[in-house]
């Protein structure tokens, strides 16, 4: 038996890469082979059709390109150049043979030749039933070699044309997919010569010549791709074909329908939007309502409706603002009764304007949200901007200082700053309270932050800590991974099974503990040596390791404690509890004597710190500075005489007046504190300054402030009024708070608070 050869179909779905099947360009053996079970590889080949198709776009696409240009390169995709031009004539035929299907009339010529195939195969049919008469009376003798060939081709037969129809279903149930994914990339050549997919078609007419020239690909494909014959295209595929193709041009056509809309919609809603920019917006509005009368079928109802229902859309688009309707809700114009109306009045009841009046609301509201965003946004930049400044300079700024930016603030946005009377309350706490937190923070190698200096006001520990910040630190992340791993090395060393089980244990206690300031004190010495975190932790992590496997940190080091130090001060406070008196005692104290040499050496010099001594002690006291307590100490216990100290001249003033010259005293805040003095208690400091008026000592009191605040990064200055002005305003505007004296506020602030009190 001669070898069967395999079908186009067959190479197809198979999996075949080739363009064209070698088949089709047999001229010598053509027969075809459908003999195989085709609904089986049907419902396997969805995605090798798809692939097929893409091929068919390919080879379409270059075909259309040569045509244009040369046939080079479609040579080059077909083995032979007589290919090629049995490609073209294929072109030919399918169009001769289908195009009349297309044309007006084309579904009845199509039914018309499908009856007539239907006729012939109702013939063939009489004749099948007379050949398988004739074949079920062979099957029922004794086989022979003619019955048996017989018998063979009746059986071909019936199979191939079975598949043949399978196969033509199949495919026209895919022309939708085809289409559109030949419609996405397949190129065509216009009548007029312009190249493009079917989606660059610039009219109805391009629209049905690009139409058809896709499916006509698609029938080339199906019939001398996929072997089916012209019978069953014309029965199982066309059908299908000029459904779809008919409904694209519906599609097509109410697409276009709705574009043309759209467009003359949009250019009649900028006419109205320019008619909003009149003198006289409600006239503009009533005249564009009469222009497009017509288009709105004569009826004036709708031309409102759908004049509103536009502004509602420029607003919405925020081409027209909430103003520009209110300036139309107040324009006149002419009714049908011939009288001027307000619009507002002569439309107010439309249901329609009360739409418009919705967006409108809904547009305010919007606009005050984006105000408060707005405002809430420059708030933050005012914060973020000033902080930085602050933050920025060596020294904090006084309280004058912020006290006129909160005044700036209220100005601005009308309400007071939280975060300026939190830096002012900042300011009220100890420095050494501030550096306490600092430095267990920075032994604990955290990471520390310039917010973390708010409120200290010593120079030199200021910059100290700026220098510590910019060294850097560890995150809470990289602390808790230090702490993790410190963990497991002692729990290694230590033999312990669990962790839980560790921390029980007196060894891992000792060596867990000492390990970690071991590690902080490596690292931060690193950091110190200009090292990068990674580097300080790795050296940090190698010589703890170190440290810990040597066993120095078995045991806690054995400390003596100054027992003696400690119960004297403890009985020293003591004693003051019980009789505030006992300061006045012209004998040392229980444990006095070295804090006094200590208070000596700080009152004579200003080397050292006041002893901690005297910082206990006057805590029992509301009114006297452990720096008093000092003086007067040395002076009852005759350290030093009377005559040799000088007393506070600010004990002279209000208690308001020493509280800004005795805590966290600045230039600013000695200034502030005469801003509503009577005079006497500034004469008093002049007596015992080396300034001869109250004049010459409020100046150098501003001028410091000036200096300072310069010094501190800050480039501002006080305002100088004349001071019979200055009395004169305080005639008008009777008793102020300092805060409010002109003198103490910055030129800026100054100017707006005498513009907004004498309304100017």
Known sequence: MAKQQSSPYNSFVSGSSKLFPTERYNYVDTSVDMVENVNKQIDESKADFKEHIQQVIDINNQYYTNQQNNLNKLIGLIPKAAQLAKFAQQKSEINATYAPFFAQDGEFKLAKDNAELTADEDASNIQYLETGAVTSQLEETSPTPESIEYLRAFSNSTKLSSSNKTLATHFARQIPMFFEQMSKEESIIFP????????????????????????????????????????????????????????????????????????????????????????????????????????????????????????GELIKEDKLKVQDIDELKGSIIMGNDGQPHLIEEYWGDDPHFSELDKIVNNARKDVAQANELDRELKEAEFKDTELGKIREGNLPPDDSYLENLQTQHIAAFGKKADWIDDYLTKQDIKDEDIEKELSRRYLNSEILKPADLDGITDLEMRIKWKKRIQEGGMTQDQITNRDKWLDGQVTVYTEDETLDKARTNPLWIAVRQQATDVFNAKYRAERNAGQTHEVAYSLAQQETAKIIKGGTLDTFPILERDEKRANDLQQAALAVSKDRNIIFSSQPLQGEELPLKEALTYYQTGRGNIPEYYR???????????????????????????SDVESLPERQLSPEQQDLLLNKTSPARTLRSFASDDGEALNNLVAVSSYETPEELTNALRDNAERNNQYSGWDISLVNIDPDLLEEHNQVVGEQSPFANLNTMLPGVATAYVEDTYNV
């Not at 599609?251 to 759209?262: D, G, P, T």
């Not at 006297?624 to 005759?638: A, D």
Request: charged share 25%; aromatic share 10%; no cysteine.
């Open 192 to 311: 007029s010569g312009r190249r493009g997919l079917i989606s660059t078609a610039e009219n109805y007419n391009e629209r049905v010549y690009a139409s058809i020239a896709l499916y006509r690909d698609l029938l080339q494909h199906a019939q001398y791709d996929l072997g089916l014959s012209e019978r069953h295209l014309k029965k199982y595929v066309m059908p299908s074909i000029l459904q779809a193709h008919n409904l694209s041009l519906n599609k097509y056509v109410q697409n276009q329908q709705a574009l043309i809309i759209e467009e003359t919609r949009s250019r009649q809603k900028d006419e109205l939007f320019d008619a909003m920019a009149e003198d006289n917006p409600g006239e503009g509005l009533a005249n564009w309502i009469k222009k497009y009368h017509g288009y709105h079928k004569f009826s004036w109802a709708t031309g409102r409706k759908e004049a509103f229902t536009m502004l």
């Open 616 to 642: 206990r002690l006057a805590s029992f006291y509301k009114n006297i500075t452990p720096y008093e307590l000092l003086k007067h100490r040395l002076v009852t216990t005759g350290v030093l005489k009377d």
